[in-house]
């Protein structure tokens, strides 16, 4: 009944801009701490930028004063605004949510942890 939708991605040349977007579907309450990850293949999943509920943000220190998380909770959606995109940020970007808050038509008032998007391409050329 929970689902993150991702939109956005695709290629870019080098200094170019993308936006990510991350749609949770489903009768959401709330959503706490949310994080944009993303993953290299034969390399470890990246953390790239955290937001938590209160709007508090960290980031990578590889993605520091290019990219921008940030959220809007009318809309249970996440954003990462990615400028003077590198070759390097080529990956799979997966949005990530700890806790969603939701209503089950059945079962009342649940919660989903620890739920991943899909996946997006991002692809930045030289």
């Known amino acids: 009944q929970v689902q993150l939708v991702q939109s956005g991605g695709g290629s870019v040349q080098a200094g170019g801009s993308l936006r990510l977007s991350c749609a949770a579907s489903?009768?959401?309450?709330?959503?706490?701490?949310m994080e944009w990850y993303r993953q290299v293949p034969g390399k470890q999943r990246e953390l790239v930028a955290i937001i938590t509920s209160g709007g508090s943000t960290t980031y990578a220190d590889s993605v520091k004063g290019r990219f921008t998380i940030s959220r809007d909770d009318a809309k249970k959606t996440a954003y990462l605004q990615m400028n003077g995109l590198k070759p390097e940020d080529t990956g799979v970007y997966y949005c990530h949510a700890d806790r969603i808050f939701f209503t089950d038509s059945v079962l009342g008032d649940r919660v989903a942890v620890d739920y991943y998007g899909q996946g997006t391409q991002v692809t930045v050329s030289s």
């Open positions: 489903g009768t959401i309450v709330s959503i706490n701490t």
